[in-house]
């Protein structure tokens, strides 16, 4: 990752050193920040690691590791980190007590991580994006809950709780898929919110969704697919999202060597929608999102990031392994 310096005077309008914009500040980012930091990423060439956290110190580490790094950091939460699902993995927030009809113990353990990030991570100097991972449908009403929270802050506090949220739709069809995501980031927009996308098939497991069994041509999406979510998406009045898009991706540990990355497909559907919709030959349309990279060779890695991957996730690298381990959630870029 190239250096970007934040300063640490709170309470400032200070901004990363290397020219971003001045609306990018320590502590939890939103709205007009967040696209400001993300087009930054995506113009210099660098993405942000997004961690899943199942605890306040898991937490704190990741926003410790990013201010050792002088850099901004994603903290995000699942709906099985957020509240317990399966106790062996020892994945809570609300606390596995807690009864989870409707899901109401995973909304409250995501909102309670939320305002634990809001509490330190101004402290700690540097950006942070607050963010949900993958909600299939079967999640909505979690993800319907989080929407309350955040029209709940942003009535009193003039921005959303969560700099932006994930939503999976992906095991739909393509139609089905946008059109919810339309209805949800049209109302994600009025509260500044950011929604995250994805299409084709992320293989390996995560989240109760297995998809060791995929069709090989269901791991890579096409560029016309890709522009159908563009366009549809890019309507939406004061929409902003991002696209997790398969390229061959893996959930879970993979030795480099066992997944056939194809980063160029990304590459390719830049080149076709900017084409598309009459941008520049060289522009980036499109803000991706690298899921499934544990495992995969550095290579691939800085490849993806030159056509457009803004944020890498992590999680199997963390919460997999033996404890915590920290060079791998921020060696990777
Ligand atoms: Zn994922």
């Not at 101004?122 to 909505?140: F, M, N, R, S, W």
């Not at 979690?142 to 029209?151: I, Q």
């Not at 927009?189 to 929604?195: S, T």
């Not at 800085?302 to 997999?320: C, H, L, P, Q």
């Amino acid at each position: 990752m190239p250096n970007r310096s934040v300063e640490s005077h709170r309470g400032d309008t200070t901004c990363l050193r290397s020219g971003c914009s001045r609306t990018v500040h320590p502590g939890v980012v939103t709205g007009q920040a967040l696209k400001d930091l993300l087009n930054h990423a995506k113009e210099n060439g660098y993405a942000i690691p997004a961690v899943n956290c199942v605890s306040s110190s898991s937490i704190n580490a990741c926003i410790e590791a990013a201010r050792k790094m002088d850099a901004p950091i994603m903290i995000q939460f699942s709906a099985g980190g957020a509240q317990c699902r399966s106790p062996e993995t020892g994945r809570f927030y609300a606390g596995k007590g807690l009864d989870n009809t409707q899901f109401h113990a995973a909304i409250a353990g995501a909102v309670s991580g939320a305002y634990h990030v809001r509490a330190v991570a101004e402290q700690y100097g540097v950006p942070v994006i607050l963010h949900t991972d993958h909600c299939a449908k079967k999640l909505l009403p979690w993800f319907d809950g989080l929407m309350e929270a955040n029209e709940r802050f942003f009535e009193q506090q003039g921005e959303p709780l969560f700099s932006s949220h994930m939503l999976d739709l992906s095991e739909e069809p393509l139609e089905e898929n946008i059109e919810i995501c339309v209805k949800y980031l049209e109302r994600m927009a009025k509260f500044n919110c950011g929604l995250e996308m994805e299409l084709g098939i992320t293989g390996g497991e995560e989240d109760g969704v297995n998809n060791e069994d995929a069709n090989p041509e269901d791991l890579y999406s096409k560029p016309e697919e890709i522009f159908q979510v563009y366009d549809a998406l890019s309507k939406v009045d004061n929409g902003f999202f991002t696209v997790a898009a398969a390229f061959g991706n893996v959930h879970g540990v993979y030795q480099p060597g066992n997944v056939r990355l194809e980063p160029k497909i990304l590459d390719r559907a830049q080149k076709y929608i900017a084409e598309k919709v009459g941008m520049e030959e060289g522009s980036k349309p499109v803000s991706f999102v690298f899921h499934g990279g544990s495992g995969s060779d550095l290579k691939d890695i800085r490849e993806a990031v030159g056509y457009g991957v803004i944020k890498m996730n992590i999680d199997t690298d963390t919460s997999g392994g033996p404890g915590w381990r920290r060079e791998n959630g921020n060696r990777l870029l």
